[in-house]
């Protein structure tokens, strides 16, 4: 069975979605890839889990780095467990490119090199924003390519973070 609950933002509507083992989605409404109805058979419930991601939330947007992380449950293929591992890894406030990212999974497999646009695709289905930070992924350029819930969005988080841009 799959919660759900929704979350105003101050930079948009946000819906949650949750497991019996953790978070499973977080996505802006009207996101490039928004669930819509995450599962078959989901109830609109505030789960534990569910409410401890929005106290996190409510630390996020405060403008602070909240000190926890609500447990989350990423399912995808292995290419994108290994993408998402990565970027959860990125530290509050710093941003890494694609390429970056790249190099690190063809490091990890021991490849000669791995296709930053195949790390971008990854990226971009991420289903836990903002505690997952794709918005922390930038363009080699340091442009902001890329962010399934929208660009001002991800300016809007990493102004948030305190991330200089340009």
Known sequence: ??????YQSPIGSI???ADETGLTGLWFDGAKYFAGCPASEHKEENTPVLEQTKEWLIIYFSGREPDFCPPVHMTGTPFQLSVWKILQQIPYGKTVT???IAKEIAREKGLSRMSAQAVGGAVGHNKISIIVPCHRVIGKDGSLTGYAGGID??????DLEGVKLF
């Open 1 to 6: 069975m799959e919660y759900i609950t929704h």
């Open 15 to 17: 819906l949650l979605a």
């Open 98 to 100: 694609y390429g970056e």
């Open 153 to 158: 969005k991800k300016m809007k988080l990493l």
